[in-house]
């Protein structure tokens, strides 16, 4: 290879075979090896029986023939096209596979068919092409010669997408059965990833990652002081420094038990050629503020509590009257301090701007190549106050040490600052709540007598609301996060088929984070033995990963049709975790914001520590004959130091478990039959069937076995039992059964993927309900199980394609059905804020399970005629009254109690999917993504908060429909003190359908031309997300997700949403 | 393909503003008003009703046009059009008595006719009550109820309720000047009230405020503190005499109010008979019980309808005038009894003594009594003030001997009430005493004890005496309690 550099560029398709010829290097790459073996075998003379083949090689866009394009039978021979496009060949026989390839444009497989003449049309790259190759956890190949199911991702357009694209969200949309929720629109939150519905209940449900052959760590460990704060390592990755994104769907037996929830294998980009090129890349944006929600201003609120304070028989009309807020003399000392009508969410949000600058260079020699890239990003969040800044470099290596040993480094390094503020559940901390809820007719700064306006922010009032101002201007919010991952992989051959390869990872992540609530505006909180009235807190997270994998790998075909591939490995990874976190309490002042400042009796001190180790030896062949019919088998054993010692299932060694998975798969490509000689529409026909074994670890690193904890008794120091030990706990086992169907037709213009697969989860983990002498409420045990159901479907077209303009369409679609087989005591309800799930035998998991309504009582009389009764939650019962909703009685019992909770919807999407349209013109480039999420309900538990009508908290506009009288024809219930009737309950009034159309991302690129210069070329981008959203439901948004946990869908707690943003980029070649 | 651009990108940006908007849609449909009527608020819904174009005029008039478009809630009678014509022309030509008309239909919070059942009463902006049942606002009938307005309800009426008099109002402003009138108005006094006086600093030796002289002055009557009929937020029952009923009275009762001197006695005798002529709640004259328990004091009353003669409605109930009233003297003229363990003092504070609970054995009921025992003091004296009035009373005790075999003797004295201590308290000069009489040995019941009849209504000493000997066992004192029974003719 080190000859490579004396040859020029454009030629060396040609050029490849004197290259190879005289090195025999082994580049590692699927593209490089057709050279490899095409040289070689050009060496060889043909044999005396060759069959000759001829025919004609064109662009598929312009149809003009192909100069220069390789034509070549793996292993047998070669030949190069002519001026026109013309070559002659010799084939071992009319049924062999010719590869084709050409620079610029693409590689394909073209099956003879019996056929002793063919024209071969190929697409310029990038195109999204059945002959792409597939990067799989073993290699690479091409795709219509996978028979699992696996989407391989170009990531081309990572510049065009902006900053505010990551690896999650860019991938929303493009994967048919990869369903991308954005957890919320903090910048840097990450996603709940969901590759075909979930697998479990309790355990993970995200696919392992695996970036440059390691696994990547996508957890927290331990939780956040600031509520609803999320570290998402995977932001780490620009997705400018991604080459390829590859989503394994089924055939994940190699990973062992960490395999259950598929795989999504990101290479980076490494230096594709040796001259030096710069990159460098600068982006602007903004992001626009969420639209309000329209909730009451002053007028209407205070006619709303009045209303409510009316139905609190504490209070008399005087005591009302006797309100600071409800009087009207301009004379009264209080006036004006009640009578404004602020907006909060105003002084709360905010348009903000992006910016993001980025630098690559790549280049190298022969001897080393690398790849270099420096990034800057700073996204300011939402709210004001918050924000995001992230540094990274990333540094990729290819040596080549001697001619049989290569290595390739990867080194990332990324530093994040983030400034959040609280969200979620923190209701007197959480700034973008309160500027709900608080009364609009309140200022947010100290108001004199006089109506005068100090510069200072106002206390919390008198109905006990906090200041949002305040909380936005003097919590501290800060976290730090670093990543470093290192990895280094060694590469042996031993011969042109046989390789030995090592590769070593290093993972270190640190997170920390500062914390302050102060006390000025801020409602004081009730801890167990003081009343706190500022809290700080500091809070370290680490974790440190040592992985390694080695194997060999022996790859031949024998006599041109019989390719057989030989992989025996083993994995390592030893993992390290740890939480420190400190909080303190009433520091002296606002300004002493550090833990060590507050009250020492009252300060808490705790943390968590984790070890586990985990290893896996795996075995890998895969056979193919004629690159016709291929065949596949996979087996790992695992072994982990989660896993019970008295495991049922799994290899016993000397007391411990070892889960051996296994997988087979086969495909049929029935394009390359020579019955489908003359179907000239079907470039490429691939049936398959997969059956794969996989399993899933996340059951806790300490859950089989018996631990104790720390207690404190009237401050005797002791340990107490933590858990009951299940020796017998083990990996969840989930079985994969796919059937596919690939094609491509008229010449790859139209290519679709159908896919039907049966997940089985058995050994799944519950929580097993215990007797409660144990002093325990559950057990962790593998007593369940479920199945999971789908279908997907995906279609790409190229609708235009001549040379100036292509229109590039693509669809995805995937549906699945979730249905619970077995599970102790046959139903689980679990509850997740107001809201609760059923998860019962027979039935899909988490459904939403409540009250049905059915209106409201518009009359006494109705009301009365029902003869309902309400059993309140201390078990009295009282009777409905006009303006309180209709609950359904569903057992006919008279009563409105628990028992009549029914499913009321299911956070499941029956169908999601994405919508992509490439239109390129000239220099002119359009990216539109829709994406889609259709049949899902939501729990607006945002509106069930602000439509409840029960305190002083400000509500909807909607709520001014409240019944107020006999006879109003409305769906909106009486405002009533403390919600009596229990109207605000979790019911189908606050299920709402979720589903939604998205224009995700829009963007528009444009090259400039330049003369030939140091500057090579410049990009113009321009780029908007989350343009629009059609949807029915009514909070924020219909994207997001407050969990990552299955009892958790579906639930909005108000979290920022996704807003509008805008950029412009702009991208300068070296 | 330029043109192509530009088409492309003039779609694309008009689908975009086209679709920006989706959202708020939503919002919109979920935040529509359902029910016309709460988009206005009462003013305009007001405004809006020809048949209330007359009370539209005098909302504007006396500035409560400005109330009603508030944020707060209200509730409006509005008198119709037809009602107005009824009401005295004056009376809507003076904005003040207008006001007080306008704003006595007006109260705060909605109060929707389902509310109303049973009827309740309200406050009205102008400070009076009046009684809102599912048909009628006070005496005028609801035409048209329950109209929703965006902040608050609005009743239609056929009759303008114009604001009424309170009790007291009625009975300082038409009976002033009968007999009953006269002595109340006797009981006004001036009295400083330190809130509503202007303070103008501090004593600098007492640290006491200084007010400004003149201010803070406010005229009370000792009847309304006692009961007040003039509180708007209270339902009364009042009834005025008749000049003749009230001499009547005057003359039933003087005997029992002796004082030294006639005024006295005369305006004690008043003032028994004025001070229980209030009952709580309103009591139709179709609906009078039998017995009318007066306002603390509990006189049993028995008025009949044949003796009233005018019945007035009042903002704060009813009062009657009658010739004649009826109660049962006794109820008047009340029995006495004085526990044992609620003494005074007694002669020697030094002594020991013990109160102690005792079970009757018969009934098992629980009482409790005084005992002094054992301290070697002749003639011991337990004082035990008392108001009486100049009326013969038969005095009883009940004294338990049950924890002595021997008996022993006690006997009641009546003095005039001294404040002061005594310089010789073994030596005091009884005005009346009865014989002494024995204990019985575990006698629970009721003994005799004699008559004696105070000489002047007030506060008169009873003295429980114990024997003149100072052996113990022997001047023992045990008292569950006196009973003094008036003899009324």
């Given amino acids: 290879m080190h000859k490579q550099t004396k040859l020029g560029s454009k030629i060396f398709i040609t050029a490849f075979a004197f290259v190879f010829l005289a090195t025999g290097a082994y580049a590692g790459n699927r593209r490089d090896s057709i050279a490899v073996n095409y040289n070689r075998e050009a060496k060889m003379t043909a044999p005396a029986d060759t069959v000759f083949v001829s025919g004609l090689v064109k662009d598929a866009a312009t149809g003009q023939p192909l100069v220069g394009a390789s034509i070549q039978i793996e292993g047998y021979s070669a030949a190069i096209s002519d001026n026109k496009g013309f070559f002659r060949v010799g084939v071992p026989t009319l049924e062999a596979v010719l590869s084709v390839g050409a620079d610029g444009f693409q590689i394909k497989q073209v099956a003879l068919k019996g056929r002793n003449n063919v024209t071969i049309l190929l697409y310029t790259e990038p195109f999204g092409s059945v002959y792409d190759l597939v990067n799989l956890p073993l290699g ?78 996508n957890e927290m460990y331990g939780n956040n002081l600031i509520s609803e704060h999320r570290y998402n390592p995977i932001s780490n990755i620009d997705l400018k420094d991604i080459d390829n994104i590859t989503i394994l769907k089924s055939g994940t037996s190699t990973y062992g038990t960490k395999g259950a929830n598929g795989v999504i294998l990101i290479t980076t980009a490494r230096a594709r050629e040796l001259a030096t090129r710069i990159d460098f890349a600068a982006y602007a944006g903004f992001n626009s503020q969420a639209d309000n929600l329209p909730l009451l201003d002053a007028s209407g609120y205070r006619t709303l509590i009045s209303d409510i304070m009316g139905t609190d028989t504490s209070l008399t009309s005087k005591d009302i009257q006797r309100m600071p807020f409800m009087n009207d003399d301009p004379s009264n000392p209080d006036y004006f301090r009640y009578h404004y009508n602020t907006n909060w969410q105003d002084l709360i949000l905010r348009n903000s701007v992006n910016q993001n600058y980025y630098l690559k260079v790549t280049g190298g020699d022969n001897i080393a190549k690398y790849a270099l890239s420096l990034g800057y990003m700073k996204n300011d969040g939402m709210q004001r106050n918050t924000d995001l800044t992230r540094y990274q470099v990333r540094f990729n290596g290819d040596l080549n040490l001697s001619k049989k040993l290569t290595a390739a480094i990867n080194l990332s390094l990324s530093s994040n600052q983030q400034n959040s503020l609280n969200q979620g559940m923190a209701s007197q901390t959480n700034p973008l709540y309160l500027s709900w809820i608080k009364p609009p007719i309140l200022p947010s700064h100290v108001v004199g007598d006089d109506g005068k306006v100090s510069p200072n922010l106002a206390d919390y009032d008198i109905l006990g609301f906090s200041n949002p101002v305040s909380l936005v201007d003097h919590m501290q919010g800060f976290s730090k996060y670093y990543r470093f991952s290192g990895t280094v992989k060694f590469a042996y051959e031993f011969n042109p088929s046989l390789h030995l390869q090592t590769l070593v990872g290093v993972t270190f992540d640190k997170a920390q984070e500062d914390f302050f609530i102060p006390q000025s505006g801020v409602v004081p909180d009730t801890l167990d033995k003081a009343v706190a009235y500022n809290h700080s807190g500091s809070n370290l997270q680490r974790f440190f990963n040592l992985y390694n994998d080695t194997r060999l790998n022996y790859d031949h075909t024998f006599g041109g049709a019989h390719h057989l591939t030989l992989n025996l490995g083993a994995r390592y ?147 107490v039992r933590g858990n009951i030990g299940n020796p017998a706990l083990q990996w969840e086992d989930v079985a994969k059964m796919n059937l596919g169907l690939d094609g491509s037709l008229f010449n790859e213009r139209v290519s679709f993927s159908l896919d039907y697969y049966h997940n089985k989860t058995t050994k799944m983990i519950t929580l097993e309900p215990i007797n409660t002498a144990t002093g325990f409420s559950y057990l962790i045990s593998n007593n369940s199980a479920m199945q999971t159901d789908g279908l997907e479907f995906s279609l790409n077209g190229r609708l235009i394609g001549n040379g100036a ?17 077995q599970l102790p005591g046959d139903e689980i309800l679990t509850q997740f804020v107001d809201a609760t799930y059923q998860t019962k035998v027979g039935q899909a998991a988490n459904q939403f399970y409540g009250y049905k309504t059915d209106g409201i009582y518009n009359t006494a009389a109705e009301a009365a005629a029902s003869g309902l009764l309400n ?54 480039k359009m990216d539109m993504l829709f994406t889609f999420s259709t049949g899902g309900d939501l729990y607006n538990y945002q509106r069930a908060r602000l439509e409840s009508m029960s305190g002083f908290e400000n509500q909807t506009e909607a709520t001014v429909n409240r019944w107020r009288s006999d006879g109003q024809v409305t769906s909106m219930p009486r405002a009533s003190w403390g919600d009596p009737s229990g109207n605000a309950r979790f019911s189908d009034r606050w299920i709402e359908d979720g589903s939604y159309l998205r224009l995700r991302t829009l963007s528009l690129s444009y090259q400039i031309p330049v003369e030939k210069s140091a500057l090579k070329y410049i990009y113009i981008y321009g780029t908007a997300n989350n343009l629009f959203t059609f949807t029915k439901y009514l909070g924020y948004d219909p994207e997001f997700s407050a969990t990552r946990s299955v009892f958790g869908q579906g639930v909005d707690l108000g979290l920022e949403p996704l807003g509008r943003t805008f950029q412009l980029g702009l991208r300068l070649g070296f | 393909m330029i043109r192509l651009n530009k088409c492309l990108i003039l779609l694309i940006l008009g689908l975009t503003i086209g679709v920006l908007g989706c959202k708020k849609d939503e919002w919109n449909k979920h935040n529509e008003i359902t029910d ?62 207008l006001r007080l008309l306008i704003g006595g239909l007006i109260t705060n919070q909605p109060h929707f006719t389902a509310d109303a059942d049973p009827a309740i009463r309200l406050k009205t902006l102008i400070g009076k009550n009046v009684l809102f049942s599912v048909a009628k606002l006070n005496d005028a009938a609801i035409v048209t109820p329950d109209l929703r307005a965006k902040n608050g309800v609005l009743h239609i009426i056929s009759q303008a309720v114009l604001p009424q008099q309170n009790a007291w109002e009625f009975f300082m402003k038409d009976y002033a000047n009968t007999e009953q009138g006269k002595y109340i108005e006797q009981l006004q006094y001036m009295y400083v009230d330190p809130d509503s006086a202007e303070q103008i600093g501090l004593d600098p030796l007492t640290g006491a405020p200084i007010y400004k002289p003149g201010t803070g002055l406010v005229e009370r009557n000792r009847l309304l503190q006692r009961v007040n009929i003039n509180n708007e937020d209270s339902l009364v029952t ?84 009658v010739n004649h009233i009826d109660y049962d003297m006794e109820s008047k003229i009340k029995p006495i009894v004085i526990e044992g363990e609620a003494f005074t003092n007694f002669m020697d504070p030094e002594v020991a ?45 009940v004294s338990v001997n049950d924890f002595q075999t021997g008996t022993f003797p006690m006997k009641l004295a009546f003095k005039g009430h001294v404040d002061t201590t005594f310089s010789d308290p073994a030596h005091i000069t009884f005005d009346t005493e009865l014989p002494y009489q024995t204990v019985e040995l575990n006698n629970y019941q009721e003994v005799y004890l004699g008559d004696f009849k105070p000489d002047f209504y007030g506060l008169l000493d009873l003295y429980l005496i114990a ?21 009324l003719n």
């Fill in chain 1, 140 to 217: 690479m190949r091409p795709a219509n010669q996978v028979s699992y199911s696996a989407v391989s991702v170009q990531v081309g357009d990572g510049w065009r997408q902006g900053s505010k694209a990551s690896v999650e969200s860019y991938l929303q949309g493009k994967v048919a059965g990869l369903d991308v929720k954005r957890n919320s629109g903090t910048p840097g939150d990450g996603a709940n990833l969901m590759l075909r519905g979930f697998n479990s209940l309790y355990a993970t449900n995200q696919p392992l990652i695996v970036v440059d052959g390691v696994p990547y760590d």
């Fill in chain 1, 573 to 719: 990874s030893n993992y390290e975790s740890e939480q420190e976190f400190g909080k303190g309490y009433n520091s002296a002042t606002d300004e002493f914001v550090s833990v060590g400042m507050g009250v020492a009796s009252l300060r808490e001190i705790g943390g968590a520590i984790g070890k586990w180790r985990w290893m896996n030896g795996y075995f890998n062949a895969d056979y193919d004959f004629r690159q016709k019919y291929f065949l596949s088998f996979n087996v790992a054993a695992d072994g982990s130091s989660r896993f019970g010692t008295q495991a049922d299932e799994g290899l016993k060694i000397s007391d411990h478990s070892y889960p051996v998975m296994a997988s087979i798969s086969g495909a049929w490509l029935m394009s390359s039959e020579n019955f489908l000689a003359n179907a000239g529409f079907i470039e490429s026909l691939k049936l398959r069937a997969s059956y794969s074994q996989s399993g899933n670890d996340d059951i806790g690193n300490y859950t089989a076995r018996q631990y104790y904890i720390s207690q404190s008794l009237l401050g005797m120091q002791g340990v």
């Fill in chain 1, 871 to 924: 059993v309140r939650a201390d078990g009295s019962t009282a009777a409905f009254e006009a303006g309180d909703v209709r609950f359904v009685d569903n057992n006919g019992d008279g009563l409105i109690s628990d028992a009549d909770r029914q499913v009321i919807g299911s956070p499941n999407p029956k169908l999601t999917g994405g919508f992509s349209n490439t239109v390129t013109l000239k220099r002119w």
């Fill in chain 2, 467 to 487: 024997n003149n000997v100072k052996t113990n066992g022997s001047n023992t004192i045990v008292l569950d309690y006196i009973k003094l029974v008036p003899v």
């Fill in chain 2, 353 to 397: 003594y013990t109160i102690r609970k005792r079970r009757i054995p018969g009934t098992d009921s629980i009482f409790r009594d005084l005992l002094i025992e054992n301290y070697g003091i002749a003639s011991f004296w337990v004082r035990y003030p008392r108001v009486l009035n100049t009326v013969t009373y038969k005095a009883y005790w």
């Fill in chain 2, 238 to 321: 009042y009834v005025i005499l008749t000049d003749a009923a009230y001499e009547q009275e005057k003359t039933k009762l003087a005997a029992y109010f002796q004082d030294s001197t006639q005024i006295e006695s005369d305006s004690l005798t008043q003032w028994n008979i004025v001070k229980d002529l209030t009952f709580q709640g309103v009591w139709n004259p179709d609906e009078l019980p039998g017995i009318l328990y007066s306002i603390k004091d509990s006189v049993r009353f028995h008025i009949t309808k044949g003796n009233i003669v005018k019945t007035q409605r009042v903002s704060n109930g009813i009062v009657y005038v």
């Fill in chain 2, 36 to 97: 016309p009527t709460i988009k206005n608020d009462l003013l305009v819904t007001i405004e809006g009703n020809p048949e209330l174009s007359a009370f539209s005029g005098y909302l504007k008039k006396t500035g409560y046009d400005k109330v009603l478009s508030s944020s707060l809630s209200f509730t409006v009678w509005a008198p119709n059009n037809a009602a107005f014509d009824k009401v005295d022309p004056s009376y809507l030509a003076d904005t003040a008595k």
């Fill in chain 1, 805 to 821: 303009l292509s229109w590039d369409m693509g669809i995805t679609l995937a549906s699945y059905k979730n249905k619970i087989l």
